[in-house]
């Protein structure tokens, strides 16, 4: 069983930073995501990680401006936000898969979630 719990949420205005954390707990040698939900909206995918040996991939919308990286000494992963929009408004929800070899993309193969963190830009 996997525990995940993310922070680093809040309320900033158009072109800030931001850092989003997820701490997991448990057996964490799994594949790591990121995934919004905006009011009104389907869950989108946003960026994901491998286990090991680096790799992410991460929606068209927020490349270049989103990293995600990952401590597995600390159970960890981040996503630093920069140059926030006001359509980055949304829940962020970190997710792990148990995939050790590939980055996961799909929510479905997703096998824990956490609470989710809100992220409020505005204009």
């Known amino acids: 069983q996997v525990q995940l719990v993310e922070s680093g949420g809040g309320l900033v205005q158009a072109g800030d930073s931001l850092r989003l954390s997820c701490a997991a707990s448990?057996?964490?040698?799994?594949?790591m995501g990121w995934f919004r939900q905006a009011p009104g909206k389907e869950r989108e995918f946003v960026a994901a990680?491998?286990?090991?040996?680096?790799?992410?991939v991460y929606a068209d919308s927020v490349k270049a401006r989103f990293t995600m990286s990952r401590d597995n000494a600390k159970n960890t992963v981040f996503l630093q936000m920069n140059s926030l929009k006001p359509e980055d408004t949304a829940v962020y929800y970190c997710?792990?898969?148990?995939?050790?070899?590939?980055?996961?993309?799909?929510?479905?193969?997703?096998?824990?979630w956490g609470q989710g963190t809100q992220v409020t830009v505005s204009s």
């Open positions: 448990g057996r964490t040698a799994y594949a």
């Open positions: 997710a792990a898969a148990r995939v050790f070899n590939r980055i996961v993309v799909v929510a479905a193969e997703y096998d824990y």
């Open positions: 990680i491998r286990w090991s040996g680096g790799g992410t």
